[in-house]
C-alpha cells in the first residue's frame, strides 16, 4: 500500500485538499490521476480511502474513514542534543520509522549546532510514517537550554540519559523494561561532545538513571538508535 | 582517544606512513604538527602509538605496537541488495560503529542500483572504525547475483533473511542467539522492492531462517539497521 498525508486542517466533512509538496508526489512521482483510489492518513491515528476528483492546482479527493486508532499511551521519546543537520535528519527519520513519537532536541552545553527548524524535520515524520505505514505523527520540540528540557520533559514513568561510563548497557535496560509496554520511555543522547557532567548530574537530581548505550563509543546519532531500538524491541 | 588508520602495507618495522586522506585529516582537522603523539590502528586489530616524524608529502610516524588482539571469531555479517548511494553509505557506517565485520552487497534482482565502489565503502569503514575505536576493519564483497551469493556466502552458524510475512520477529532471534556470543551471524536485507519470492525459496533450501525486522514497513536500510542492533545487543 501506498500512503499519503493530508494535514487535519484540509480535511472537510467529504473533501480532502493535499498540500503542493504531497499533490506533486502523487501526481508525478506515483503517476496517479483522477479517479484513481488512494490511501491517506491524517498524522493523528485516522486512515483515509479517497478518490482524486480534481488534480489542479492542487489534488482534492472525496474521501472515506478506513479506521481510526487511539494514540499509544506510552510516549517514546527521544532527547538529543543538536548534531550536524544531515545526521539529525537521517536520525530523525530512522527513528520515526522504528516508533519513537516525540522528539526533544536541546541546545545543550556542548552542542556545536542549533536550529529551531522543526518544518524540515516535520516534513521529514511525514515522509518516514508514510513508509512505514503509521498513522501518528511525532512531536518535535526544540529546548534552548538543557535547563528548559529538564523543567518541560513531562510526565514519563522510566527517563535514561546516555554516558560512556555508566554501568548498565542497553541489555540491562531492555531486561529493565521487559513487560512494560505501556510504560512512557524517554532517552536523552548528547551532542558529538556528549552532555557536559553539570547536565548528567542535574539530570540525574531529576530522576534520569546514567546508561551506556554501547561498549564502543558510538556517534550521537548511532547511540539514539541504539536507544530508539530498544523502544522498537520492547516487549 | 583519537584513532587514525594506516594499512598495513605502509606499517614498517619503526616507521609508518599515512596515506594523503589521513595525512591531511591528521594536519588540517586535527592540527598535529611534528612532534605530537598519535594513535592509530591497521585495521587487522593492531594499536600502534607514534610521534610524527615528517609531515610532507606525507605524515610519517616511529611507532610502537601498543597492543595486538586477535579478530573475534564469531562473523557478524550484513547481505543487503542495493539501495541508493547515500543510503548505503550510512547504513554502512552506522553498521560498522554497530559491530557488523562483514558485508555483503547483492545486485539481486529487485534491485534498482549497483555499484562496485568498494574504495568508498572501505573509506567509510575506516572512518566508522575510528570513531568507535574498533581495531578490524570490515570485509566488503559485491555480488553480481543473489546465486552467485549463496554459493559464497560462506561458513555462518545462524542465517536469516527478512522477509515482512515471516512468522518469527526481532525478538525470536534475540531470543534464539542468546548465549551463542561465538556463533557466526548472517542476515540478509532485500532492495526497497524486497527480495523475490524466488530468492527468499533458494535462501530457504540453503539454510536461511526468514524472519520479519519490525511490525511496520522498514526500509532496507532502517531493517539492516535493526539486524545489526540484534547483532550489537547479543549477549
Redesign the interface.
Known amino acids: 500500500m501506498e500512503l499519503y498525508y493530508a494535514e487535519p486542517g484540509n480535511i472537510a466533512s467529504e473533501e480532502t485538499e493535499f498540500d503542493a509538496f504531497e499533490s506533486q508526489h502523487i501526481l508525478r512521482a506515483r503517476r496517479k490521476h483522477r479517479g484513481d483510489l488512494i490511501h491517506f492518513t491524517d498524522g493523528i491515528g485516522r486512515l483515509y480511502s479517497g478518490t482524486i476528483i480534481r488534480e489542479k492546482p492542487v489534488v482534492a479527493v472525496k474521501h472515506k474513514l478506513v479506521r481510526s486508532s487511539e494514540r499509544h499511551p506510552a510516549i517514546a521519546a527521544l532527547a538529543i542534543g543538536f548534531i550536524k543537520p544531515q545526521r539529525l535528519d537521517?536520525l530523525i527519520e530512522?527513528a520515526t520509522?522504528?516508533?519513537v513519537n516525540r522528539f526533544m532536541l536541546i541546545n545543550s552545553r556542548f552542542a556545536n549546532y542549533s536550529s529551531t527548524n522543526t518544518d524540515r524535520w516535520i516534513k521529514i515524520c511525514r515522509q518516514a510514517i508514510k513508509?512505514?505505514?503509521?498513522l501518528f505523527l511525532p512531536e518535535i520540540k526544540v529546548f534552548d537550554h538543557f535547563e528548559n528540557f529538564l523543567l518541560e520533559h513531562g510526565t514519563v514513568d522510566e527517563k535514561y540519559i546516555a554516558e560512556q561510563s555508566a554501568p548498565a548497557g542497553?541489555?540491562e535496560v531492555?531486561a529493565g523494561i521487559s513487560g512494560m509496554r505501556n510504560h512512557s520511555l524517554l532517552f536523552a543522547v548528547g551532542p558529538e561532545g556528549g552532555f557536559a557532567s553539570e547536565e548528567i548530574d542535574q539530570a540525574r537530581d531529576n530522576g534520569f538513571t546514567p546508561v551506556n548505550l554501547?561498549d564502543?563509543?558510538?556517534?550521537t546519532?548511532?547511540a539514539a538508535?541504539?536507544a530508539a531500538?530498544i523502544i522498537?524491541?520492547r516487549?
Open positions: 537521517f530512522k520509522e522504528l516508533g513508509q512505514s505505514l503509521r542497553p541489555a531492555m554501547g564502543f563509543r558510538l556517534r546519532e548511532t538508535l541504539v531500538m522498537n524491541l516487549s
